[in-house]
């Protein structure tokens, strides 16, 4: 089945300062790949995911990198606040598997 | 307002004990999915279910069961052959295409004692 490794498993940064979060997975039939992101105490969220027909995809602050080719994706968060503070995940899936894999999470700290 | 809950927010049982948590959602979703989240680690999948009376295992079904009786409801049973089941359970549902977002609930925190 499919495996999802995501590193870096903690990243502070300061404020205003960029965030990049890489992963990568197994299974090469895999074509969704979706970022969450989890408050304490709280379900994750959709933050931007993206298609493996696409190579880059934005949305104001944030943006998501796929290779296909090397099968690793990554998150971009620039002008980080601290409001952006919380744990991402990322996710794999394919057509095959009908399941979302997540990887083992990011804990985002933004220092004032 | 549209969305998923889960009860209670946190759960303690006896170990030996069964315990059953609740998830429900008024999205008109077919799909609706169980994950277990412990520290470290990301979200394993326990159950999901695409349509009424019909569910599949996961990753790690063992020591669960579920139910499908109703199309907005999907409740988890923590059967005492799961040996480790002090853990935060997340409930999610979406419509069927393998692209759509999984909305999450608020999540249950179980402690076994």
């Known amino acids: 089945g499919e495996n999802v490794e995501q590193h870096p498993s903690t990243l502070s940064v300061q404020e205003g300062d960029s965030a990049v979060i890489k992963c990568t997975y197994s299974?090469?039939?895999?074509?969704?790949f979706p970022w969450y992101k989890q408050e304490l105490g709280k379900g994750p969220q959709l933050i931007i995911d993206?298609?493996?027909?696409?190579g880059e995809k934005k949305d104001q602050r944030i943006a998501v990198t796929l290779n296909k080719t090397a099968k690793h994706f990554s998150l971009h968060i620039t002008e980080t606040q601290p409001e952006d503070s919380a744990v991402y995940f990322c996710?794999?899936?394919?057509?095959?598997?009908?399941?979302?894999?997540f990887g083992s999470g990011t804990q985002l700290t933004v220092l004032p | 307002d549209g969305g998923i809950t889960q009860s209670p927010k946190y759960l303690f049982r006896k170990e030996g004990q069964n315990v059953t948590l609740s998830c429900e959602q008024n999205?008109?979703?077919?799909?609706m999915y169980w994950y277990r989240q412990d520290p470290g680690q990301g979200l394993r999948l326990i159950y999901y279910?695409?349509?009424?009376?019909?569910?599949q295992k996961g990753d790690i079904a063992e020591g669960y069961s579920v139910s499908r009786e109703k199309k907005e409801s999907f409740p988890l049973t923590v059967t005492s052959a799961q040996k480790n089941p002090t853990a935060f359970y997340l409930c999610?549902?979406?419509?069927?295409?393998?692209?759509?977002?999984?909305?999450f609930g608020p999540g249950t925190r179980l402690t076994v004692l």
């Open positions: 999610a549902s979406s419509r069927l295409g393998l692209f759509d977002e999984q909305f």
């Open positions: 299974d090469s039939a895999s074509n969704y």
């Open positions: 993206i298609r493996s027909n696409v």
């Open positions: 996710a794999a899936a394919s057509g095959s598997a009908r399941q979302l894999t």
């Open positions: 999205l008109n979703h077919d799909a």
């Open positions: 279910s695409q349509i009424v009376n019909d569910f």
